[in-house]
């Protein structure tokens, strides 16, 4: 609203009219130039008939200095770049002072004395002349009267001077004139700047209305608000340019609709939109509701949606206006802190103090940790609640400076309860800084690690301590071991390690339970940390296995090889001393292996190896004793350990082969063979059986191997079954304990049988009394179920076991097979004779065929069948040799029939 005089002008609205009025007056210029010119040259030319051309010449020169003075004003004015409007205003005024005084001077140059008509013709040339003037000058009225007053005030000083009655009426009509034309003039003038004014007027609105939208079309952008309007009457739509930024399209690309705005829309929100503005539509309500938009790209945006129902006077709904404002940071903020809140009240203590560390807020976790409520932490100091008599001053000292250096400190620290109790607590101090980099807050949060402390501590025992015994554990032992030969190293004194086993301590845990075993061990474990000093280890290795680390023995090796045999001879009459386990008493004994050590000359588990070692030598003489590492004992171990190895191979690389004992009467005829086993290493050659037979038993191939071996010799039988000259023969093929106490041992000997296709009475399974003697029940049962099948069975190495009528009546065999330890002696020991005789009667007596092996000589042979014994096996009759030669042998002999 103007609040100014109408007649006073702002420095805004004169600086507007001056920016309007110099244009226009100096485009007026050329016109007026050329107006000015004509009118002179006309003038000049009537008045050159009653003038002196001299007059008529000053005169014009005059003129034309002033009209060449506005037309180089002209063209500098057209020249400036940025014309400043009072200047060149300024000096048009002062060129058209100068035409006017020109054209005042015609006046009085150019006016006859005597001729009234030319008189009367000047005085209407300078009246159309300022006529013209008052026309063109109208927007500038200085410059008008600058113009018209010098002109006409010659004209009409020229009259009055002439003082007739006609002149001085003339010059009344000239300054009647001058009235009027200044009247008008002003009208005009008024009327033209009153419109400047108003066009400015509406510039500086139209200005400000634009800068006012384009301040708002910015704070909607910056706020992320979008505007829109709903004509319902015509169904028609209009956003704001962020309206369409926030649908993720540039503004105007598309032509608002309802269409396009519900294809922005989320296909999961809208139906949930739709219906919301339907709602607000027929009940004339306000709504606002949040939903998601999908931009063009994929990407989706969180917006709020407000409008309002426009009604008409009549109240029904014409349009719906609103806002759109992308909330999805402020959603995002929203949600930080809500997720904020709830770490704030995390199972984690978290204190807040201000700068000079009182306590400004705590949660719930600190005051369950601690003890003390919120109220009672408030306003104390930080370093009150967290100090405990485990840490001294330099640590609280060194723990506030490393905070106010580094602006964190992190670790573990024990602090007080309420209650006076101490815990142990994983703190982290940090302190909050604001935009300028000075420290605002500090944030303290930290939990009580009592358990995992207590659970460390359970896992370090589990790591290094054996939990039945709680001796050291194999792990614990090695370090213990390392750090005895680095203690050997330097004080240059021996120690030892005992290696110690507990004699058939399986046998306890088979016969009496697990539970009673570990109570043993239990007592052992006692007992062994008794006979030992302080400085040594007794550490459980695992089982019934035990290893004792001897320290500070004597620098010299017999004294110390004594004393490191005193202390296993004290823990080996200790173990042997009788435990009351639960009541009763159970006897133990141990074998112990021993390796010294001095310096550092042996590794870790090269000592381990050795003391392992000198056990199982211990073993090997009877147990309950005690052995020193030796050498030799271990080279074989070596050679054991490397045949150990190749055997778990051979079966896989085909290293193994039958061989073919013949089995005959007495009278040459061939009954079959027995198939025996073979190792052609591929290093070593052919090993005896005597060398792996033992190991495979030891190491559990043996039944793996008995497979392929009973396979084999069936594939052979096969074989022979094809052939008429060797049809008939039987073939023996030994059993092992444990391949033939497995539970499916029936079940794979009847399929081999029936995938090899043979006749079962030719097979001849050779089982030892103490397999047999093992488990009765079970051996009966298999064995009838094979005999079913046809399968035969002989009793190996009979005599050398428990021989007795009593089993011998139970079992189905076919066959006893004396042993060679007895065959070997006949006619040089009369009790093999008499042990002989026996089998032979016994056998007999059962109805079993009986056949020796062994005999190599021809009167072992001829003793044998004196005792009516007629069936041989031996070197007397043939080695064992490869399958080619065994059929070769075959094949050379005399056809000889079966009695």
């Known amino acids: 609203m103007n609040t100014h005089p109408k007649n006073v002008r702002t420095t805004a609205e004169t600086a507007a009219l001056r920016s309007q009025q110099v244009p226009i007056l100096y485009a007026s210029i050329p016109v007026s130039l050329l107006g000015n010119a004509l009118i002179a040259l006309i003038l000049a030319g009537i008045q050159s008939q009653v003038l002196a051309a001299s007059a008529l010449l000053i005169w014009l020169t005059v003129l034309g200095v002033a009209l060449a003075f506005r037309w180089l004003l002209l063209l500098r004015y057209r020249k ?68 018209t007053l010098p002109t006409l005030i010659g004209l009409i000083t020229r009259l009055l001077t002439a003082g007739t009655t006609m002149h001085i009426a003339m010059a009344a009509m000239v300054m009647l004139y001058l009235l009027f034309t200044d009247m008008i003039a002003r009208r005009t003038h008024a009327a033209i700047v009153e419109n400047i004014l108003l066009r400015h007027a509406g510039t500086l609105r139209e200005q400000a209305l634009r800068s006012s939208m384009e301040r708002m079309k910015q704070a909607q952008q910056i706020a992320h608000l979008g505007s829109f309007e709903w004509d319902l009457r015509n169904n028609t ?87 759109v404002q992308d909330i999805t940071e402020r959603r995002q903020t929203e949600e930080d802190l809500r997720i904020a809140a709830i770490a704030f009240e995390s199972l984690e203590g978290i204190v ?112 290094f301590y054996d939990p039945l015994t709680e001796l050291p554990n194999r792990r614990q032992m090695q370090d213990k071991l390392q750090f005895a030969l680095l203690a050997g190293l330097k004080h240059h004194q021996h120690g030892a390690l005992l290696f110690i086993d507990l004699d058939k301590f399986k046998e306890l845990n088979d016969t009496k339970g697990h539970h009673i075993g570990d109570l043993l061990l239990v007592e052992i474990a006692k007992r062994m940390k008794r006979c030992v000093g302080n400085d040594d280890t007794v550490s459980r290795q695992g089982g019934d296995e035990f290893v004792v680390i001897l320290t500070h023995l004597s620098d010299d090796f017999d004294e110390a090889t004594a004393q490191a045999e005193q202390v296993a001879e004290k823990i080996r009459d200790a173990i042997n001393q009788p435990f009351n386990l639960q009541g009763q008493d159970h006897y133990s004994s141990t074998s112990i292996g021993i390796s010294l050590f001095r310096h550092n000359e ?35 171990m070596e050679v054991r350990i490397g045949l150990e190895a190749d055997l778990r191979t051979a ?65 052979q039988l096969k074989a022979w079954a094809d052939n008429p000259a060797t049809a008939h023969l039987q073939l023996s093929v030994n059993v092992s304990p444990r391949q033939f106490h497995q539970d499916q041992f029936v079940e794979k000997v009847s399929a081999i049988i029936t995938n090899t296709g043979i006749d079962a009475s030719k097979l001849k399974l050779e089982l030892t009394e103490s397999l047999v003697l093992d488990d009765m029940n079970d051996t009966i049962k298999k064995m009838n179920r094979l005999k079913k099948m046809g399968v035969q069975f002989s009793l190996d190495d009979f005599g050398t076991g428990y021989s007795s009528l009593s089993y011998l009546t139970q079992l189905p065999l076919d066959q006893l097979k004396i042993d060679k330890s007895f065959v070997h002696n006949l006619t040089l020991k009369n009790a093999d004779n008499v042990i002989v005789q026996t089998i032979i009667g016994m056998a007999i007596t059962l109805g079993l065929d009986v056949i020796a092996e062994g005999v190599e000589t021809a009167e072992q042979a001829a003793f044998l069948k004196a005792n009516y014994c007629y069936h041989y096996q031996g070197y007397l009759f043939g080695k064992p040799v490869p399958l080619a030669e065994f059929e070769a042998a075959l094949a050379a002999m005399p056809p000889i029939k079966q009695d």
Request: hydrophobic share 40%; glycine share 6%.
């Open 651 to 715: 079966l896989l690389n085909n290293e193994f082969s039958l061989y073919y004992q013949i089995q005959t009467l007495d009278s040459g005829y061939i009954t079959g063979a027995e198939a025996l086993l073979r190792w052609h290493h591929p290093e070593q050659g052919l090993i005896a059986p005597v060398k792996f037979i033992p190991l495979t038993e030891e190491i559990g191939l043996i039944t793996e191997i008995g497979y392929w071996t009973l396979e084999t010799a069936c594939i």
């Open 352 to 463: 807040i103090t201000d700068t000079q560390k009182l306590i400004l807020k705590v949660n719930r976790a600190f005051t369950h940790i601690t003890g003390y409520s919120s109220a009672e932490a408030i306003g104390n100091p930080l370093g009150a609640l967290l100090k405990s008599s485990y840490h001294d001053s330099d640590f609280y000292r060194q723990l506030w400076q490393t905070l106010d250096n580094e602006g964190s400190w992190q670790g573990e620290i024990w602090s007080s309860r309420k209650n006076g109790e101490a815990f142990p607590a994983a703190l982290n101090l940090t302190s909050v800084t604001a935009k300028d980099g000075v420290t605002s807050h500090y944030v303290a949060t930290f939990f009580d690690i009592t358990e995992q402390k207590k659970s460390a501590a359970l896992i370090h025992n589990l790591a």
């Open 602 to 636: 042996f590794s870790v588990d090269e000592l381990l190896l050795r003391a392992d070692t000198a056990m199982y030598q211990a073993k090997r003489c009877g147990r309950n004793t005690i052995r020193f590492f030796d050498p030799t004992t271990h080279a074989a």
């Open 80 to 147: 400036a770049s940025q014309p400043e409007p009072d200047l060149w205003l300024r000096r048009f005024r002062l060129s058209m002072l100068a035409t006017g005084v020109a054209w005042g001077l015609a006046s009085i140059l150019t006016f006859p004395v005597n001729t009234l008509p030319h008189q009367a013709f000047l005085a209407f040339a300078i009246a159309g002349l300022t006529a013209g003037a008052n026309t063109t000058l109208s927007v500038d009225r200085q410059s008008l009267l600058a113009f």
């Open 237 to 323: 739509l209009q956003w704001s340019d962020e309206h369409f930024r926030l649908w993720g399209l540039p503004p105007h690309s598309a032509t608002p609709s309802q269409a396009l705005f519900l294809r922005g829309i989320h296909p999961d929100d809208t139906d949930k939109v739709a219906q919301t503005i339907g709602n607000a539509r027929r009940s004339r309500q306000r709504y606002t509701l949040n939903h998601r938009v999908v931009w063009p790209d994929g990407s989706e945006r969180y917006m709020q949606n407000r409008g309002e129902v426009v009604t008409d006077t009549v109240g029904n709904a014409v349009a719906i206006k609103g806002t």
